[in-house]
């Protein structure tokens, strides 16, 4: 079975994929990557994997993507890269249940709300767990503001997943930062009591099986992160030595 | 059934809005709004508070490009966005290299001096060969093809902005940028374009002296 570790700066580029063969070049542990790896699981596409190292990039990885930035698929000597085109491109090419809404105003909604959340907290997120007192109260805050307006979507909606009934786009989308909450949210837990339907879809999620197929631990999660924030991150935390 | 469009008539992202519907001849009426002051009732609207933001029968879409696809889905005319899924990611592909690789640069170069701002220029330019290698590949005068689509609308305001960057100093070559060098003359001589651009020496005033209402009128 080919090796999970990563491919660093100075290695030899791997053989290009086999025709039909559906390649994802990723990091273990990019929330980024993490997206594509989820409607992956949930449309059950079969795909290989090659991890590569972010900090230490393998000088092939340019020639494929000038950004050498993770997810980057490979298919039939096709390319595709960035997250979100790379979720969008699986969901019109292969078959299974649709994740993006058919409706312009529906999925206007989508790019809405993820506007609200690259805006109020993706980047919250990462840095909430390095802020102290009073500037750790007011990330808080813009977090919050972020969660209440997607709150808001989910009770109007009355549906339990931001896709209806089931997850769709936007779920696969921001689920890899509430996975990692835990870390800037120095393990409390998001209020019940003012976001409740926002508490019981981050359950809802944790219990698919493609999100559970996807996800690493708390623990696993914090020792990437820790080597991370010490300048040094592995992407191989984990894996067998 | 108005479309209202809030905006300001300097903002690059409301621009790319204003270009789209243009090129689709959709009517519209527009409010422009100061992003440095911000009414407070914009919050309600939209809780960004950004432009462009689209109000449509009770309908409110925001994001300059949430809005031109929203655009180009509901309103008859000529189709923006490719039907293709490897064509539409093409499209989201060389924006994210805009985003990554030239937008930065552009604004570096017109904040940075001496070493640094020749620095700039040299990083943007290896940005602007994407483009300039894409529409080669194409042999299309425009990232659409034969006529302008999405992503020509959704990079056209910095490049209309981008002489006053570049200044007297900067020059893009045309032996090294035929095709951007001709996509960019070509966009300019588009009617849509012309009825939403400013001069330049109207931005170079509003730049000076920041108010979203350079060149009104006074009496407004």
Request: glycine fraction near 8%; hydrophobic fraction near 40%; include cysteine.
């Amino acid at each position: 079975m080919p090796s999970e570790k990563a491919f660093k700066t100075g290695s030899s580029a791997p053989d290009p994929p086999a025709p039909g063969v559906l390649r994802l070049i990723s990091m273990r542990f990019c929330p980024f990557a993490h997206r594509t790896r989820l409607v992956l699981a949930a449309k059950g596409i079969e795909y290989e994997t090659v991890n590569v190292s972010l900090k230490n990039k393998p000088e092939w990885f340019f020639d494929i993507n000038p950004l050498a930035k993770v997810p980057t698929m490979q298919h039939d000597g096709k390319i595709v890269y960035e997250s979100l085109v790379c979720n969008e491109y699986l969901d019109q090419v292969f078959p299974g249940r649709k994740m993006l809404p058919e409706d312009p105003l529906d999925k206007a909604r989508i790019g809405m709300l993820q506007a609200v959340f690259d805006d109020k907290i993706l980047g919250t997120s990462f840095k909430l767990g390095r802020l102290e007192g009073e500037e750790r109260q007011k990330a808080m805050k813009v977090l919050k503001d972020g969660l209440s307006i997607l709150e808001k979507d989910l009770v109007s909606s009355g549906k339990p997943f931001f896709g209806g009934d089931q997850p769709g786009f936007l779920d696969y989308s921001l689920w890899p930062w509430f996975e990692r909450l835990a870390m800037p949210l120095r393990g409390e837990k998001l209020p019940e009591a003012e976001l409740p339907k926002i508490v019981a879809w981050q359950a809802a999620m944790a219990d698919r099986p493609e999100v559970k197929t996807c996800a690493f631990d708390n623990a696993t999660h914090l020792k990437f992160v820790e080597g991370y924030r010490a300048g040094n991150p592995d992407p191989d935390v984990g894996l067998a030595a | 059934g108005v479309l209202r469009l809030i905006s300001m008539r300097f903002c690059p992202f409301a621009h790319r809005t204003r270009l789209v519907l243009a090129a689709k001849g959709i009517e519209y009426e527009t409010v422009n709004v100061s992003l440095k002051n911000k009414p407070e009732w914009f919050f309600d609207i939209n809780p960004l508070a950004k432009v462009p933001t689209m109000q449509h029968d009770g309908k409110i879409v925001y994001e300059s490009l949430v809005c031109n696809e929203y655009l180009d889905q509901v309103f008859p005319g000529r189709k923006m966005l490719p039907e293709d899924p490897l064509d539409k990611a093409r499209i989201g592909m060389l924006q994210a290299i805009f985003d990554t690789k030239i937008l930065p640069t552009i604004y570096k170069i017109g904040r940075t001096e001496g070493e640094e701002r020749q620095d700039a220029f040299k990083v943007f330019k290896e940005g602007l060969s994407f483009i300039e290698k894409d529409l080669a590949t194409s042999g299309k005068s425009f990232l659409g093809g034969d006529q302008p689509g999405y992503l020509d609308y959704s990079i056209w305001p910095w490049f209309e902005r981008l002489p006053l960057k570049l200044g007297d100093d900067l020059k893009l070559q045309e032996a090294e940028f035929p095709k951007v060098l001709g996509w960019q003359a070509a966009m300019s001589g588009r009617s849509e374009v012309k009825t939403c651009a400013h001069a330049l020496a109207l931005y170079k005033a509003n730049n000076a002296n920041p108010d979203p209402d350079t060149g009104l009128d006074n009496s407004r």
